[in-house]
């Protein structure tokens, strides 16, 4: 049996392995090269392991990337501004922190816990 085979009417070539022909797929290259930043890597593992099929589709479209991208900045830009508007409803100021840095924290951190949780229920986990 001969190694490779082209089917001359869809023009695929086929490499064969073991006994089966399997056709040489190549991915098309992503016209963007944008990062892809930690809110975009954890909706990307979402993606692999609760929706296969969106996550091939977009893999096999070259549209990935810049779909993480889009997500990462959306997540990034919602998670600044919950944090902004929850600290300011909160009473969370640059005062509070001079008088007790501790109380300041605590506060912060949970604003940023919140904001957080908020995101991955709206942008990340959907």
């Known amino acids: 049996m001969e190694q490779?085979?082209?089917d001359e009417k869809t023009g695929?070539?086929?490499?064969?392995?073991?006994d089966y022909y399997l056709p040489n797929l190549v991915l098309p290259i992503e016209k963007e090269n944008r990062s892809v930043g930690i809110w975009g890597q954890r909706h990307l593992r979402y993606l692999k392991q609760h929706r296969k099929v969106l996550y091939t589709n977009l893999l096999t479209?070259?549209?990935?990337r810049s779909y993480l991208a889009n997500?990462?900045?959306?997540?990034?830009?919602?998670f600044f501004?919950?944090?902004e508007q929850m600290a300011q409803r909160n009473g969370v100021t640059?005062?509070?922190?001079a008088i007790d840095q501790m109380a300041w924290v605590q506060k912060m951190n949970n604003i940023r816990n919140a904001a957080q949780e908020i995101v991955y229920a709206k942008l990340i986990y959907r």
């Open 81 to 83: 501004r919950l944090v």
């Open 71 to 78: 997500i990462d900045e959306q997540a990034e830009t919602m």
């Open 4 to 6: 490779h085979y082209i």
């Open 12 to 18: 695929i070539r086929y490499t064969l392995q073991g």
């Open 61 to 64: 479209s070259g549209k990935l």
């Open 94 to 97: 640059e005062s509070l922190k």
